[in-house]
C-alpha cells in the first residue's frame, strides 16, 4: 500500500497516457478518464451503452473495438507508470470497468511492458472479480487506516 502526504495514494485519473485523443469531462486531452471510464468509453464507442461495447468490439466492429483498445492502452501506461515510480511488485485490476482489463489481457500486458522502465520488473497483474460491496470494504480500509494513524 502506498500512503502520500495527505493520507492516500495518490490520484492517476488525470495523468496524461496521450498527447493526441479525446478530452476528459474537465477538459484534459489524453489523460488516462478520457480513456478508460465507462462514460468515456462509451463516448469513445459512438455513445453506446457499456455492455453494448464490449459486444461490438468483439464482434470486431472498428470504433467500438478502438475504444476498448484505447482503454486498454492507457491502463497499461498507467500501470507502468505506476510501477516505474513506486517500484510496486503488485497492481491489483477491480471495480465497475473490469471488463476493460480482461478483454484483452495480451494486450495490457503489452502496453504495461511498453510503458515500463526497461530495467524494472513487470508487477504481477491480478485482476480481482469485482462486487458492489468493495466499495464498502474500502471505505471500512480507509476508515481503519485514518483511525490507526493518528
Not at 111 to 132: G, I, N, Q, R, Y
Request: charged residues 20%; hydrophobic residues 45%; aromatic residues 4%.
Amino acid at each position: 500500500m502506498i500512503r502520500g502526504a495527505h493520507g492516500h495514494p495518490g490520484k492517476v485519473g488525470h495523468m496524461r497516457v496521450s498527447d493526441t485523443g479525446p478530452r476528459c469531462d474537465r477538459g484534459h486531452t489524453g489523460c488516462v478518464s478520457a480513456f478508460v471510464t465507462i462514460p468515456a468509453v462509451e463516448h469513445n464507442a459512438g455513445g453506446l451503452p457499456f455492455d453494448e461495447v464490449l459486444v461490438h468490439a468483439r464482434r470486431g466492429e472498428e470504433i467500438p473495438l478502438r475504444a476498448v483498445n484505447d482503454a486498454i492502452r492507457a491502463l497499461g501506461v498507467v500501470i507502468g507508470n505506476l510501477t516505474c515510480i513506486a517500484d510496486v511488485d503488485k497492481i491489483i485490476v477491480t471495480g465497475e470497468g473490469l471488463p476493460i482489463a480482461q478483454f484483452d489481457e495480451a494486450l495490457l500486458a503489452a502496453s504495461v511492458s511498453e510503458a515500463l522502465d526497461p530495467a524494472a520488473e513487470p508487477p504481477l497483474l491480478e485482476l480481482h472479480p469485482f462486487k458492489f460491496a468493495d466499495y464498502a470494504w474500502a471505505a471500512a480500509v480507509s476508515a481503519i487506516r485514518l483511525v490507526l494513524s493518528t
